[in-house]
């Protein structure tokens, strides 16, 4: 048995980000270029976001605020 969260294995597109935040497409790239957003991986010309690091990122969020 996996000891991997199931959420651990999905990528989400830079689209999918902005939208689960209720942000514009240009601040997820923003947070990207300047390193505080949630960190993604280039895949080609394709930046995704693994779910579990965006989770991640949102209760770092949570506990800063």
Same mark, same amino acid.
């Not at 942000?23 to 270029?33: G, K």
């Given at each position: 048995?996996?000891?991997?969260?199931?959420? +651990?294995?999905?990528?989400?597109?830079?689209? $999918?980000?902005?939208? %689960?935040? +209720?942000?514009?497409?240009?601040?997820?790239? $923003?947070?990207?270029? %300047?390193?505080?957003?949630?960190?993604?991986?280039?895949?080609?010309?394709?930046?995704r976001y693994r779910l579990s690091e965006v989770e991640r990122w949102e209760i770092e969020q949570e506990?800063?605020?």
């Amino acid at each position: 048995m996996s000891s991997e969260h199931p959420s +651990d294995n999905k990528w989400l597109s830079a689209q $999918a980000v902005a939208d %689960r935040f +209720d942000v514009p497409l240009r601040t997820i790239r $923003a947070w990207r270029e %300047r390193g505080t957003g949630p960190a993604g991986v280039r895949f080609g010309k394709a930046v995704r976001y693994r779910l579990s690091e965006v989770e991640r990122w949102e209760i770092e969020q949570e506990q800063a605020s």
